[in-house]
C-alpha cells in the first residue's frame, strides 16, 4: 500500500493515511519516469541524513 505522511515543521512524520492501493504506478508506467525509484531515493537520503531534504532532492544534494 502507499502511506500519506505530513512532515512537520518541526520535522515530525505525521501519519494521514493508509491507501492499499497505490495510484501512481500507472503515471511511471505510461511515461515511463522513474517514479518508484526517485521516491526510493528521496527516502534513502532522509534515513542516511537523519530526517527530511527541506525543499532540496536527494539528487541535487549527492550532485553538489
Known amino acids: 500500500g502507499c502511506f500519506d505522511i505530513l512532515i512537520t515543521k518541526a520535522a515530525e512524520p505525521v501519519f494521514l493515511e493508509m491507501n492499499p492501493n497505490g ?37 541535487e544534494t549527492t550532485a553538489a
Open 23 to 59: 495510484q501512481w504506478a500507472w503515471v511511471e508506467n505510461m511515461t515511463g519516469l522513474p517514479i518508484a525509484a526517485a521516491i526510493a531515493r528521496e527516502l534513502i537520503f532522509a534515513h542516511e541524513n537523519g530526517g527530511v531534504n527541506h525543499g532540496r532532492s536527494a539528487s
